[in-house]
């Protein structure tokens, strides 16, 4: 249900004072307090129209669809989107050191876009390392 004296456009609930209250979910279609919105910086209001909880049941079903299909790549596919991404043997940026290194520093990893781990094989055997302590 609509907050009293409230505006809604393009499915944004507004006050009187133009202030944002939240939004109608796209999912749903029910009134959506900003609280139990996603957030997104893309948007103007700083939320996208969709709850929380529907963003999340979107999650659950699309995501092991999504990581069996990179699975079941061949190695010429995983090539070429590396060459797509990242040039032809070129370089890739260590998630935790920062350190741009060559391809074959970091380990495979299908499920991957580029078809190599995010992190360097030295800085996973570091993490590893402490981990385990």
Known sequence: MLPANSTTIRNRVYDAHGAFLGAICSTHGEYVPADDLVRS??????????CKPCR?????????????RLR?????????????????????????CGREKP???FAAHRAMPDGRAAECRTCFGDYQKARRK
Do not use: Y
């Open 41 to 50: 910086k893309r948007e103007p209001t700083g939320f996208l129209r969709i």
């Open 56 to 68: 999340a049941a979107a999650s659950r079903d699309n995501l092991p669809a999504l990581r069996a």
């Open 72 to 96: 079941e790549r061949t190695d010429a596919e995983v090539l070429a989107d590396w060459d797509r991404l990242r040039g032809p043997g070129g370089p890739k940026r260590c998630r935790l």
């Open 103 to 105: 391809m074959q520093s």
